[in-house]
């Protein structure tokens, strides 16, 4: 486990054998465990191997604090709880239903990558007994059992988002509010799948978390950082070149398949200039651009109608 704050650590899942795509928080205290977003049922393997090293058992772990839904952040709760279930898990109202019924969530998931392909991506994705989920709206501030957390709705990448903030370690869990960052150099990048996004919502996420005042952020993809108002600046910066790059070319000529791989060479190009190609390798495999484009494109599309 990587240190990030004294009993608080995360694990580098090694999803789909490449480093720095997701990470799962883990705090320790009282003889207790609670984690920030799990991960997929596909990494349960690499999450209980990691989480042995320290001498920590699925049955240690007492809560999971879910920033959203998606299935690489939070598609093998059901397992754990299944192992464990006295594990509460909490999770946005929007959500809850999805998490206790998740069969439109596989079935959405079938439809993209196939049942192999989801097999392989995200494992088995079983239900969570309503009875283990603790509701939230934001505003809360919650006892995970190793500790407590302030809680506010952030959505923009999904409708039901929400980060945590442990005020005492000045952390805030902003799950992929903050954006995608896979390494020091401050390079920042939005994830934007389908269906949920709203960059006005999203704005209005950044600065909920701003008045946090945090000295450090941790996302999802993947890691902590400190000077976390320069890593939000930068993000909100990202966020909106981004979504104002696909506006430009969905009003320019070409097919639809042209416009992507424009936005697709834009990108690469502009990402390739600051980073290593190592770190657009783990972009690719959590933050896939063509989901990316997708996502905004229907941004848009909602808000400027084709003829």
């Known amino acids: 486990m990587i240190p990030v704050a004294p009993s608080i650590s995360y694990i580098d899942l090694n999803f789909l054998d490449v480093p720095k795509g997701i990470g799962t928080g883990v705090y ?4 207790g465990v609670a984690l920030v977003d799990p991960g997929p049922g596909s ?91 603790t509701i939230l709206r934001g505003g ?29 370690a000045g952390i805030a869990w902003v ?7 896979f390494g020091p150099t401050l390079l920042t990048l939005p994830p934007t799948p389908p ?23 941790f996302v999802t993809h993947c890691g902590a950082y400190g000077n976390a108002a320069e890593h939000l600046d930068c993000f909100e ?5 981004t979504a104002d790059m696909v506006r430009r070319i ?3 000529e070409g097919t639809d398949e042209e416009k992507y791989q424009q ?5 690469f190009a502009s990402v390739t200039r600051v980073v290593s190609l190592d770190e657009v390798r783990s972009l690719e495999t959590v933050g896939p651009l063509e989901f990316s484009w997708r996502g905004l494109v229907r941004y848009w599309r909602k808000r400027q109608p084709r003829p």
């Open 28 to 31: 320790v205290a009282g003889g």
């Open 43 to 133: 990494c349960i393997d690499t999450l209980r191997a990691e989480l042995a090293q320290a001498d920590i058992g699925i049955g240690d772990i007492r809560s999971l604090l879910l920033t959203h839904i998606h299935l690489d952040h939070a598609g093998v709760a059901g397992l754990l709880v299944q192992e464990n279930p006295a594990i509460k898990v909490f999770v946005h109202e929007k959500g809850a239903p999805h998490i206790i019924d998740p069969s439109k969530l596989v079935n959405s998931a079938n439809q993209l990558w196939g049942v192999e392909g989801v097999a392989k991506l995200w494992g088995a994705i079983i239900p969570v007994p309503a009875q283990n989920l």
């Open 140 to 168: 809360e501030r919650i006892d995970s059992g190793v500790g407590t957390f302030h809680v506010q709705y952030t959505p923009g990448h999904a409708a039901h988002h929400v980060s945590y903030f442990d005020e005492a």
């Open 175 to 181: 799950g992929d509010t903050g954006g995608l960052r």
């Open 195 to 217: 269906p949920d996004i709203d960059i006005e919502a999203w704005l209005v996420s950044l600065a909920t978390i701003r008045a946090w005042k945090p000295q450090s952020v």
């Open 237 to 241: 910066t990202s966020l909106r070149e």
């Open 250 to 252: 969905l009003e320019g």
């Open 263 to 267: 936005f697709r060479s834009e990108v």
